[in-house]
């Protein structure tokens, strides 16, 4: 059974930083293509973060190319993603996606 359990959310400053993990269950996250996504209230949720099955590549969109990094540790079996430089419009509930999959998601607010 797959399963993936996103932790490390919270309140953060402008301009700071929060590592967020996911880790996973019922399968090997080398061996597939994983994603973050958030959702921020209001809104749809929309994809922040990709890194491949293989070699690693790793794809953002405009809106935080720069300050968001995916990474893998496969001896976890966890991905992270390591926000930096943090903005008011960072503000959502992050969650860890592989293919029809979803977490339960993880809370990061900024402070002000």
């Known amino acids: 059974q797959v399963q993936l359990a996103e932790s490390g959310g919270g309140l953060v400053q402008p301009g700071g930083s929060l590592r967020l993990s996911c880790t996973a269950s019922?399968?090997?996250?080398?061996?597939?293509?994983m994603r973050w996504y958030r959702q921020a209230p209001g809104k749809e949720r929309e994809w922040v973060a990709a890194?491949?099955?293989?070699?690693?590549?790793?794809r953002y969109p405009d809106s935080v190319k720069g300050r968001f990094t995916i990474s893998r540790d496969n001896a976890k079996n966890t991905v992270y993603l390591q926000m930096d430089d943090q903005r008011p419009e960072d503000t959502a509930v992050y969650y860890c996606?592989?293919?029809?999959?979803w977490g339960q998601g993880t809370q990061v607010t900024g402070s002000t």
């Open positions: 890194i491949g099955a293989t070699g690693d590549v790793a």
């Open positions: 996606h592989r293919n029809t999959s």
């Open positions: 019922g399968f090997t996250v080398s061996t597939y293509s």
